[in-house]
């Protein structure tokens, strides 16, 4: 079965640091890769998805994910973080049989 | 974008009693719905598969008979949390995939926050 492990629970960052937050799946065929994000208040919404194709993938508001097949890897990026980004951080991943499963969630708190 | 619907947004209950969530894909059509649990400091809990016309498919450990999951439309999907226990307090959230191919990411309704006294 699918696992979706995602290492860092809580983050605290001053606004215009870089940020790097770490995924690492467990699946052995092809998998789909998404990263969403729930703002405080509101429901997910995807930032950024992997099917095919570039390994470096860019999503919304800045941010990125870089797809490493060798290390089952698929860290989120963002060189210069700000305030209105405190929210919560999914990693998720879709096998197969089409569930997606979720990582555990990477709290994340911008200092203004 | 596509919107999912989900209603109600807050329920409390008492314990024995039956509570229906709806959810609802409003601008598309969608083959598939999934419903989630979130624990609190938890991360979502995938509770079941939902196809339209067909029998929902539950993830291990979920009561079938306890959570009842109605597709009947390619914009409906209904969770219904029959006898509730403060214990099934949670909230739960529902997705759904466009019925225009396996790739395209989940939409997610806001979910509901039940609370079962």
């Known amino acids: 079965a699918q696992s979706v492990s995602q290492h860092n629970h809580h983050v605290i960052l001053s606004e215009a640091a870089s940020l790097e937050l770490g995924c690492n799946y467990s699946y052995g065929g092809t998998v789909n890769l998404f990263w969403y994000v729930q703002y405080p208040g509101q429901h997910l919404q995807l930032l950024l998805k992997y099917f095919s194709g570039d390994p470096l993938v860019k999503g919304i508001k800045g941010f990125e994910a870089e797809f490493i097949k060798s290390k089952f890897s698929f860290n989120l990026r963002k060189p210069s973080v700000q305030w209105s980004d405190t929210a919560e951080y999914f990693c998720?991943?879709?096998?197969?049989?089409?569930?997606?499963?979720f990582g555990k969630g990477t709290r994340l708190h911008i200092l203004p | 974008g596509a919107v999912v619907s989900q209603h109600p947004s807050r329920v409390i209950c008492k314990s024995g009693t039956s509570v229906k969530i709806e959810c609802r894909s409003l601008d598309f059509q969608a083959t598939t719905m999934f419903w989630y649990r979130q624990f609190p400091k938890k991360s979502l809990m995938l509770m079941a598969t939902s196809n339209e016309g067909s029998k929902a498919t539950y993830e291990q450990g979920v009561e079938k008979d306890k959570f009842l999951i109605n597709h009947a439309s390619l914009t409906l999907s209904t969770l219904t949390v029959t006898s509730a226990h403060p214990e099934d307090s949670s909230f739960y959230i529902c997705s759904a995939r466009p019925a225009t191919g396996r790739n395209s990411p989940l939409h997610f309704g806001n979910g509901t926050r039940l609370t079962v006294t």
């Open positions: 998720a991943v879709r096998g197969w049989d089409d569930k997606i499963i």
